[in-house]
Structures are given as structure tokens and as C-alpha cells.
């Protein structure tokens, strides 16, 4: 499964990519107001520390200004894929932007209808949101299943990139059922490399080994 970093932090990026965990960046609009900068220059900078796809957010709603900000988006690197979210107009622009071989992450999907319409677009990615749907009383990684099944049953080529990732067992899951790609945020990245008995072991070998003799 390729691991997408879902951030805007420079610092946090830097970190994961010098882990080896990341393939990709997913940023969006809340992400890069908190940088307090614009989100050229952050994903120019991203575009910097990290050789992958990189997703960039287009704010118009309306087909024709998609279309223009997605092309203008693309043309800032090689490694951008426009994000585009998942309504009527954004369907129409993926698929245009598709046929101009232009990347897209279709964002801000929450039911197995909408990934279907977006495959058919040609969308490179989909989107779907765990997270929200936990928090809505709605098991966020039961639509992962069957989005991943309709997409194998038909041989579509939209990757499925689980987002909305709130703790490990989000990313375990993902990984069983068999999504290609997970965008998660810094903190869970950390937390997929932490475990308890690692630290304790590590500190119970480091005091022993206080007890032997120097290598000569
Ligand atoms: C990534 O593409 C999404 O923008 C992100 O995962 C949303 O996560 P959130 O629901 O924690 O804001």
C-alpha cells in the first residue's frame, strides 16, 4: 500500500519522507490556511522534499473554472495532481482534465455511487473519507470494501486513497482490504512506528549493556 502524508507542514513532511514512509502528499484547503501561506508557494516547496504525487486543491465549483484552475494547477509541476471535489461539476472537470492527461485526486467522497461516477471520469484517485463517516455514526472503512470490490469487479484504474485518517487501525484496515494508497496525517505516522515493548526492550538492553565490558 503506497503511504501519502496528509499535510502542509514542511517540517512534518521532512520528517516522514527521511522515515522512507512516504510516496505522496495529500494537502487541502484547511491544511494550507494553517500554514499562513499560499498554497503556491507550500506546494512548491513540497514539490522540493518530496519526488511523488502531490495533491493540489482547485477552489472554484463551477466546471469551466475547474477546468482552468486544474490546468493552471498541473502546469506548477510534474508531480501535482489536481483534487477535485466530488459534485456534478467537478465530475465533468476530472474527466476533461483526464483526457488532457491530467492527474486527478476526486475529493470529499463519502458513498460507493459517487466513486463509481468518479472512475468512470478517469479519475486517478478517489477520496473517501473514514473519519468524517465515523464521526457521522457511519463505518468509514465499510465503504473502503466496496469501493475496492466494485473497482476489482470492473477493472477500473482509479486508485482508492483512504483518507480522513484519524489512528492506526484505520491504516491496518485499509492495508487488508487491499487500498492502493492511504493519506495520513503526521501524528498517525508515528504513531504506525510506536509500540510500547519497543521502548521498554530498548531501554532494559540499553542498561545492560552498561554492565559489560567496552568493545575493544
Ligand atoms: C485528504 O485528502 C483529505 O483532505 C483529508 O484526509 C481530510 O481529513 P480530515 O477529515 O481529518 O480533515
Same mark, same amino acid.
Given at each position: 500500500?503506497?503511504?501519502?502524508?496528509?499535510?502542509?507542514?514542511?517540517?512534518?513532511?521532512?520528517?516522514?519522507?527521511?522515515?522512507?514512509?512516504?510516496?505522496?502528499?495529500?494537502?487541502?484547503?484547511?491544511?494550507?490556511?494553517?500554514?499562513? *501561506?499560499?498554497?503556491?508557494? $507550500? !506546494?512548491?516547496? =513540497?514539490?522540493? &522534499?518530496? @519526488? +511523488?504525487?502531490?495533491?493540489?486543491?482547485? #477552489?472554484?465549483?463551477?466546471?469551466?473554472?475547474?477546468?482552468?484552475?486544474?490546468?493552471?494547477?498541473? *502546469?506548477?509541476?510534474?508531480? $501535482? !495532481?489536481?483534487? =477535485?471535489?466530488? &459534485?456534478? @461539476? +467537478?465530475?465533468?472537470?476530472?474527466?476533461? #482534465?483526464?483526457?488532457?492527461?491530467?492527474?486527478?485526486?476526486?475529493?470529499?467522497?463519502?458513498?460507493?455511487?459517487?466513486?463509481?461516477?468518479?472512475?468512470?471520469?478517469?479519475?486517478?484517485?478517489?477520496?473517501?473519507?473514514?473519519?468524517?463517516?465515523?464521526?457521522?455514526?457511519?463505518?468509514?472503512?465499510?465503504?473502503?470494501?466496496?469501493?475496492?470490490?466494485?473497482?476489482?469487479?470492473?477493472?477500473?484504474?482509479?486508485?482508492?486513497?483512504?483518507?480522513?485518517?484519524?489512528?492506526?487501525?484505520?491504516?491496518?484496515?485499509?492495508?487488508?482490504?487491499?487500498?492502493?494508497?492511504?493519506?495520513?496525517?503526521?501524528?498517525?505516522?508515528?504513531?504506525?512506528?510506536?509500540?510500547?515493548?519497543?521502548?521498554?526492550?530498548?531501554?532494559?538492553?540499553?542498561?545492560?549493556?552498561?554492565?559489560?565490558?567496552?568493545?575493544?
Amino acid at each position: 500500500m503506497k503511504i501519502f502524508i496528509d499535510s502542509a507542514d514542511l517540517g512534518e513532511i521532512r520528517e516522514a519522507v527521511a522515515m522512507g514512509a512516504v510516496d505522496g502528499c495529500t494537502t487541502n484547503p484547511s491544511l494550507i490556511a494553517k500554514t499562513g *501561506k499560499s498554497q503556491r508557494e $507550500i !506546494v512548491a516547496q =513540497i514539490c522540493e &522534499i518530496l @519526488d +511523488g504525487p502531490i495533491s493540489a486543491e482547485v #477552489l472554484s465549483t463551477k466546471y469551466d473554472e475547474m477546468v482552468v484552475e486544474g490546468r493552471a494547477l498541473a *502546469k506548477w509541476h510534474k508531480n $501535482i !495532481v489536481v483534487k =477535485i471535489p466530488l &459534485i456534478q @461539476d +467537478g465530475l465533468k472537470a476530472v474527466r476533461t #482534465l483526464t483526457q488532457e492527461g491530467i492527474k486527478t485526486n476526486v475529493t470529499l467522497c463519502f458513498s460507493p455511487t459517487q466513486a463509481l461516477l468518479a472512475a468512470k471520469a478517469g479519475a486517478t484517485y478517489i477520496s473517501p473519507f473514514v473519519g468524517r463517516l465515523d464521526d457521522a455514526a457511519t463505518e468509514g472503512m465499510d465503504l473502503i470494501e466496496k469501493i475496492v470490490r466494485i473497482y476489482e469487479n470492473y477493472g477500473y484504474q482509479t486508485e482508492v486513497l483512504v483518507a480522513s485518517v484519524r489512528h492506526p487501525v484505520h491504516v491496518v484496515q485499509a492495508a487488508e482490504i487491499g487500498a492502493g494508497a492511504c493519506t495520513i496525517p503526521f501524528k498517525v505516522i508515528q504513531q504506525l512506528a510506536y509500540h510500547p515493548l519497543t521502548d521498554s526492550g530498548l531501554a532494559k538492553f540499553l542498561e545492560d549493556a552498561k554492565k559489560t565490558p567496552k568493545n575493544g
